[in-house]
């Protein structure tokens, strides 16, 4: 069993320049290992919660030092001096030492940039890559109820092309319109993009006279009038690189329909949308732009129409995924899956706070024979431990 004898952490500024946390975990073995987590502009109300330090005269309110200081005051005094069996073991701990249904108290990000920290110095310890440890991480979640744990791969990609709502200052409706390239490999899947993104970037300075500006997660954000232009617009950028839509490139889109819904009305291009009408929008674009992944479609709230966007998107070949809907939390993801309210998950590990908490809500997508996406955060890090979790989680 590992000796954890030192834990720290320090505040960084991730990818937009806002402050972050950042954890060492040393072990007696001399194995050492840091971490730093991401943070997302448009989070779900049930994501966990980052500890920020909400002074105005220091990042806007956005410090993090309040959460440092507990990675190296309470949550070291707990872990430091002893051995651990295992991840499930610290991540335990954590969530019990927090107390708190959304890890409001310590903060998720001090929380989760120990778990990763923890994990990346066991593997080390171990003299294993990071992703077959990952992988292991999962394995013990899926011994406890055997189901079948799929072999590692490497992930299909996909990648932001246009961007809208809070990526973009709402400009569109519609968070992000991503490619999804259906070239055999990944390093034939990254010309694919690139073509694209180039005809885009041509098509916007023609289109809309503007230099190729991008937005918080890296895709272009001319000023769509509107969101069935930015699908045209994407459309006719594949087009323009000698790909067929639908053949040689897929897309998808990213609704984050919470943030234009209210008084249970979806308001879009000035319309007012019933549930219903806005499945019916959503299908009729799914038709026509051979969209393969459709996210948070509806509000992260709307549960009582979830099962009708569900039903009416899997005869089209388009995943029903969940981002806000589901934030990688077990609860909800046993409830959709009991309701039939979406047949794939985005998953991102900070919504939830662990390593552990995220490999629960892997099994259960993948019991319930969903698809499973992992994501990056808009505020990420020069950190690569996503990319082992992609990976090591199939």
């Given at each position: 069993m590992p000796h954890l004898t030192h834990l720290s952490a320090l505040e960084i500024l991730d990818s937009r320049g806002r402050p972050t946390v950042k954890a060492t975990v040393r072990l007696a073995s001399g194995a050492a290992a840091s971490a730093s987590v991401p943070s997302g502009a448009s989070t779900g109300a049930a994501e966990a919660i980052e500890l920020r330090d909400r002074d105005p005269h220091r990042y806007?309110?956005?410090?993090?030092?309040?959460?440092v200081a507990h990675v190296n005051g309470e949550i070291a005094q707990r872990l430091a001096g002893r051995q651990w069996l295992n991840q499930a073991a610290v991540d335990q701990t954590l969530i019990a030492l927090d107390g708190t249904p959304d890890k409001s108290r310590l903060g998720a990000n001090a929380i989760l940039a120990t778990s990763i920290a923890f994990a990346r110095a066991y593997a080390r310890d171990a003299g294993v890559e990071l992703h077959e440890h990952f992988r292991a991480i999962a394995a013990?979640?899926?011994?406890?109820?055997?189901?079948?744990?799929?072999?590692?791969?490497?992930?299909?990609?996909?990648?932001n092309l246009f961007s809208g709502g809070k990526h973009a200052g709402g400009q569109v409706e519609f968070q992000d319109l991503l490619l999804v390239p259906l070239a055999p490999t990944i390093a034939e899947g990254l010309a694919q993009v690139d073509a694209v993104y180039?005809?885009?970037e041509k098509l916007i300075a023609r289109k809309y006279n503007q230099r190729s500006l991008k937005a918080d997660e890296g895709g272009l954000a001319p000023p769509f009038p509107d969101v069935a232009t930015l699908l045209a617009d994407a459309a006719?950028?594949?087009a323009a690189a000698g790909y067929e839509l639908g053949k040689d490139v897929a897309l998808a889109i990213d609704v984050a329909s919470s943030h234009f819904y209210s008084e249970g009305q979806y308001h879009l291009a000035g319309q007012r949308l019933t549930a219903q009408e806005m499945t019916d929008r959503i299908a009729d674009l799914v038709r026509q732009y051979h969209i393969v992944s459709v996210e948070d479609a509806l509000a992260e709230d709307d549960w009582p129409h979830c099962p009708a966007l569900r039903s009416t998107l899997a005869p089209l070949g388009a995943l029903t995924l969940g981002d806000d809907f589901l934030c990688t939390n077990p609860v909800r993801i046993r409830r959709a899956i009991d309701e039939r309210c979406a047949d794939a998950l985005l998953l991102k590990v900070n919504q939830i706070g662990t390593l552990t908490e995220a490999a629960e809500a892997l099994?259960?997508?993948?019991?319930a024979n969903w698809r499973v996406t992992v994501s990056a955060r808009s505020g990420e890090t020069e950190d690569d431990w996503l990319a082992d979790l992609a990976v090591g989680w199939s």
């Open positions: 806007a309110g956005l410090g993090c030092r309040a959460a013990a979640q899926y011994a406890l109820h055997s189901p079948r744990l799929e072999l590692p791969r490497l992930p299909r990609l996909t990648i180039r005809a885009a006719e950028s594949v099994r259960l997508a993948r019991s």
